[in-house]
């Protein structure tokens, strides 16, 4: 890897952490479409795993709801750790311009649903039914594109949970997401040694992007924040999806 590069890895992962900071969310989004812009999907993928296992272990454990939560979302997160390593051959086989165009479509789908904005709730009858069907899907988009969101962050916003434990089951699912992917990675022999060492080396500056992100969120519009920066992932996804056509 060249120095340019490294560089970029270092700025990557401190705006993503910075989103997290501010949002509670968006560390693997925001890197894992930044990443994709300048190397395959799947090593994206692999230096992505430890930064974000260790913000979203963190946040999981950001109150005392952690094993309410997981009684409640634990089919769910078993089919999102199957349907993720299940489809995470598709990551690795696909043409890696068509694998971005996933990943494209993936950012679009999630930003325009977030800056909708629509008001769901699910009952807890639905929520029996539903849990085990949006962790399979969450799992297999997952696998194909290295992105957590969609349909999971939707569903779990509907579920009627306190702000606290909204934070904390997306944190759970999140995590769930990242070790999923990492297994998935390891299975097909796309998480190497040197990998590993990269991912453990951006978690300083993925925290140091979430810490100050932590700071900034008192002094900013949240609102206004977050609404830019879904903007900025359509403007990210519409590059992703242009790349089989170039």
């Known amino acids: 890897m060249s120095e340019q590069l490294y560089v970029y890895l270092l700025l990557i992962f401190i705006l993503a952490g910075f989103v997290k900071g501010v949002t509670g969310m968006g560390l693997p989004t925001v890197a894992m479409g930044l990443l994709g812009?300048?190397?395959?999907l799947p090593v994206a993928a692999a230096l992505l795993?430890?930064?974000?296992?260790?913000?979203?272990?963190?946040?999981?454990?950001?109150?005392?709801?952690?094993?309410?939560?997981?009684?409640?979302?634990?089919l769910m997160m078993l089919l999102i750790l199957a349907g993720t390593v299940a489809a995470s051959s598709l990551l690795i086989s696909i043409n890696p311009a068509w694998s971005a165009f996933g990943l494209g479509v993936a950012l679009i789908v999630y930003a325009v649903f977030a800056l909708i904005s629509p008001s769901l709730t699910v009952s807890q009858a639905r929520e029996k039914w539903m849990s085990p069907v949006i962790g399979g899907v969450t799992g297999v988009i997952t696998g194909a594109t290295g992105v957590f969101v969609m349909p999971a962050v939707p569903f779990l916003q509907s579920l009627r949970f306190s702000k606290d434990e909204l934070v904390q089951a997306l944190g759970l699912s999140f995590t769930v997401s990242t070790v999923a992917?990492?297994?998935?990675?390891?299975?097909?022999?796309?998480?190497?040694?040197?990998?590993?060492?990269?991912?453990?080396?951006?978690?300083?500056?993925?925290?140091?992007?979430?810490?100050?992100?932590?700071?900034?969120r008192a002094r900013i519009s949240a609102m206004r924040f977050r609404q830019c920066f879904l903007l900025f992932l359509i403007v990210l996804g519409i590059e992703l999806i242009s790349r089989p056509f170039i």
């Open 49 to 74: 795993v430890i930064p974000s296992f260790v913000t979203n272990v963190l946040q999981l454990f950001t109150g005392p709801s952690v094993m309410l939560i997981i009684r409640r979302l634990w």
């Open 181 to 216: 992917l990492a297994a998935g990675l390891y299975l097909h022999d796309a998480f190497r040694v040197e990998q590993f060492s990269l991912s453990f080396m951006s978690i300083l500056p993925a925290l140091a992007g979430m810490w100050l992100g932590q700071k900034v």
């Open 37 to 40: 812009m300048f190397m395959p």
